[in-house]
């Protein structure tokens, strides 16, 4: 064997190695974004009759609650991160009552009360029962409805976004995609929650809001989603502003910023 022939016999060899290498990793990065994504938190609340209970299609229960406001004119569809249940918003989202909003909120499958399993398929056909549920039991109109994903929620929200109409969206600490949290770059193939290729076809408005200080959800996924979206939209960057508690930590123009946007639609 010549030379040649050895190091392409080698180069080969190498090629291959590598290539199983990248399939492993890819099924391992598969079944690890599954428990990455939809973490179990511990439930912090107990059904009550402030709670309601939603029925998917195949009897699946999921837990809700209307934080009903007279004086509102929008109210929030809230989606939630992925180590929260509606118990951990119990103290949060009644700020949104105080600033004029009413919210619904409702627990991912396996999450809080909720059945189930989680999905990025199943959260989007149960953001979509949330929104149908407001809707039609609620009556809440579609012009009066602005879809709110925070984190996680981001994902299930782009997508509601896309099949119902609504008032307006607010992404928070949102990604362009799952995998990208940990990746930076397009790496392995199933990535999930591909919100930096939907949201240019968005036609609602969009506000977005990130810290620049987010350690979850670096700040750059934040800048790629304002500036790949084509319909009208605001944007609030907060200097310094961590993932979680950056209402608290940005203080008065957090609500300035979401009135101005609100008021705009």
């Known amino acids: 064997m010549t030379k040649m022939s050895e190091f392409v016999a080698s180069f080969g060899r190498i090629l291959v190695l590598l290539g199983i290498s990248y399939g492993l990793l890819a099924i391992g990065a598969h079944f690890l974004s599954q428990s990455m994504l939809f973490p179990r938190p ?13 029925t998917a299609p195949g009897g699946v229960k999921l837990a809700a609650r209307h934080w009903p406001n007279p004086k509102a004119k929008y109210t929030l569809l809230y989606l939630h991160g992925n180590y929260e249940d509606l118990g951990s918003l119990n103290d949060y989202l009644p700020q949104f009552i105080a600033q004029g909003y009413a919210v619904f909120a409702f627990d991912y499958r396996r999450y809080g009360h909720s059945a189930g399993v989680p999905t990025e398929a199943n959260l989007t056909a149960d953001a979509t029962l949330a929104y149908d549920y407001l809707r039609a039991k609620l009556g809440v109109p579609a012009e009066r ?12 929200g782009v997508e509601l976004a896309r099949q119902r109409p609504a008032a307006g969206l607010v992404l928070q600490g949102a990604f362009v995609s799952a995998y990208r949290v940990m990746t930076t770059i397009p ?23 990130h810290g620049t200080a987010d350690h979850t959800v670096p700040f750059w996924h934040g800048e790629k989603l304002y500036e790949a979206l084509t319909a009208r939209k605001q944007r609030l960057f907060v200097e310094g502003g961590p993932h979680a508690g950056l209402a608290d930590f940005t203080g008065p123009r957090y609500w300035e910023e979401l009135r101005k946007f609100a008021d705009s639609l």
Do not use: M, R, T
């Open 187 to 209: 790496v392995f193939p199933g990535d999930k929650f591909v919100n930096l290729a939907k949201v240019p076809h968005l036609k609602l408005p969009v506000l977005v809001i």
């Open 42 to 54: 511990p439930v912090k609340y107990e059904l009550g009759p402030d709670y309601v209970q939603l």
């Open 145 to 156: 409805i602005i879809i709110f994903g925070y984190s996680l929620g981001g994902g299930p």
